[in-house]
């Protein structure tokens, strides 16, 4: 079975600050089929990323994504405070096929 | 404005059945795939199964959690996606979501790209 694991599990930064998630399988993945979502307090998840790397409709330019193979990045570059949130990446492909990692929160300071 | 909305959620003892309902609207339902994601009380996203749209002859993928139990169905006449939910467990308690995957599944996946606000599932005696 593929598991995804994200680190940290907290992340507390000032606003302005660059915010680094990780995403790491358990073995390699394909880039293509890695995607992140934003889970805002009280709100459904939302898409921030597909294919490892490419921001879904109306995502800002502020969100990066990045990696392959066991290792994925989430990149915030300037924390803004509409960012917090738990942020989720997601496996399609292999077994099982859909499987989230367990989340980062990210905390403004 | 495309939007899932689900119902169907509510009370149930355990080992009872229950049938979830995801209506969709602003979008050609039988063109996508679809999906439920759940999410326990203070806990992550786990992800519950797929179905495939007809044209990949709908196929489904489930978690190994709820495989044997749940059934992902859809009617595209009625742009109604269903979670059949059979053999309930406390651990089964959660908000269930219905979501929208974005690629076939089978040679492309861009992400769950729209989800409803969920209905809560609450297995207890």
């Known amino acids: 079975d593929i598991v995804l694991t994200q680190s940290p599990g907290t992340l507390s930064l000032s606003p302005g600050e660059r915010a680094t998630l990780s995403c790491r399988a358990s073995q390699s993945v394909s880039s293509s089929d890695l995607a992140w979502y934003q889970q805002r307090p009280g709100q459904s998840p939302s898409l921030l990323i597909y294919g490892a790397s490419s921001r879904a409709a109306g995502i800002p330019d502020r969100f990066s994504g990045s990696g392959s193979g066991t290792d994925f990045t989430l990149t915030i570059s300037r924390l803004e405070p509409e960012d917090v949130a738990v942020y989720y990446c997601q496996h399609y492909g292999g077994s099982p096929p859909g499987t989230f990692g367990q989340g980062t929160k990210v905390e403004i300071k | 404005e495309v939007q899932l909305v689900e119902s169907g959620g509510g009370l149930v003892q355990p080992g009872r059945s229950l049938r979830l309902s995801c209506s969709a609207s602003?979008?050609?339902?039988?063109?996508?795939?679809m999906s439920w994601v759940r999410q326990a009380p203070g806990k992550g996203l786990e992800w519950v199964g797929f179905?495939?749209?007809?044209?990949?002859?709908?196929?489904?993928e489930y978690a190994a959690s709820v495989r044997g139990r749940f059934t992902i169905s859809r009617d595209d006449s009625k742009s109604v996606a269903y979670l059949q939910m059979n053999s309930l467990t406390t651990e089964d308690t959660a908000l269930y979501y219905c979501?929208?995957?974005?690629?076939?599944?089978?040679?492309?996946?861009?992400?769950?790209?729209?989800w409803g606000q969920g209905t809560t599932v609450t297995v207890s005696s």
């Open positions: 979501t929208r995957v974005s690629g076939d599944l089978l040679h492309y996946f861009y992400g769950l790209d729209v």
């Open positions: 602003g979008f050609t339902f039988g063109e996508y795939a």
């Open positions: 179905i495939r749209s007809k044209a990949y002859a709908g196929i489904t």
